[in-house]
């Protein structure tokens, strides 16, 4: 398997609410590193993790149950709430 840094990459859209868009550029700059670096190496770690660390399972667990939540509830709305992605469900 080649090296981590010889892979090549993909570019993906992820959307996150403004606080967490401004705690992770804050995370940035606390360790020096540019914010993409950082979530890069955040989705790694959980990668990495997701089977062998509960909390990261829980976590993951709950975020797609809150997602399930929000797009029933734009869907409702019409589509008027949320991003693009609501009608779906």
Known sequence: MPDADDRPTLRFNVT???LDHKALKQAALDVGTPAAVL???LIQHGLAH???DA???TSVEEAAAAERVRRR?????????GGGSNKKE
């Open 55 to 57: 909390k990261l399972r």
């Open 73 to 81: 509830e734009a869907a409702r709305a019409g589509g008027r709430k």
């Open 16 to 18: 996150i609410s403004p």
């Open 39 to 41: 979530a890069r190496t």
């Open 50 to 52: 997701i089977d062998d």
